[in-house]
């Protein structure tokens, strides 16, 4: 079974999206057969598209996260990749059950990301999208299923984001003191 939040996973491979320099984990194409799980890597070319679609696939979640209507040339650039990408045919046994059989062999970007592909369609038309969330620290912008129960999540994690507004907090309410 693909997780919902594999995409949203896949565009945070670039974070601290708020800062001046973000901090990229793709900076080959062994990053991103390494992250995928893939034993061949993509090729330079195949690694740029790649790279594009994490970006497409970040900003149509950002925009839903914002309550914002996504780019139509975004949908549009999914959409395309979704068409070129392989298709869901075959199930396999898996570790933690059964999952979708890709070709990861053949190291295509398309086949690497083809999970993430199926992710992201499956979260933009299924019951979850309205639990996109965005980090509420501005130098952040993590992308997160919001599953809390009252669902007012607002930090990527409490031990990142969370503890950094909670200490940011704490110094200026002594300062006023």
């Known amino acids: ?27 080959a194409p062994a990053d991103l057969a390494a992250w995928a799980k893939a034993s061949k890597a993509p090729t330079a070319r195949e690694f740029e598209t790649a790279l594009g679609l994490r970006e497409t696939i970040h900003r ?14 975004d949908l549009d650039a999914l959409n395309a990749a979704l068409a070129s990408a392989p298709t869901r ?32 369609g499956d ?14 620290n501005p130098e952040c912008l993590f992308l997160f299923l919001d599953d809390s129960r009252a669902g007012k999540r607002r930090w990527c994690s409490m031990a990142s984001c969370g503890n950094r507004a909670k200490a940011k907090r704490h110094y200026h309410k002594g300062r006023e003191d």
């Open 1 to 27: 079974m693909i997780r919902p939040d594999l995409c949203l996973d896949y565009a945070n491979t670039r974070y601290w999206r708020g800062q001046a320099v973000p901090t990229e984990t793709l900076k």
């Open 60 to 73: 149509l979640f950002d925009a839903q996260a914002q309550a914002k209507a996504p780019a139509a040339r």
């Open 89 to 120: 045919k075959t199930l396999k046994r898996g570790r933690e059950g059964y999952e979708w059989d890709v070709d990861m062999k053949s190291g295509t970007a398309l086949s690497l990301l083809a999970p993430v592909l199926w992710s992201a």
């Open 123 to 136: 979260l933009l038309a299924g019951p979850k999208l309205d639990k996109v969330r965005r980090c509420a």
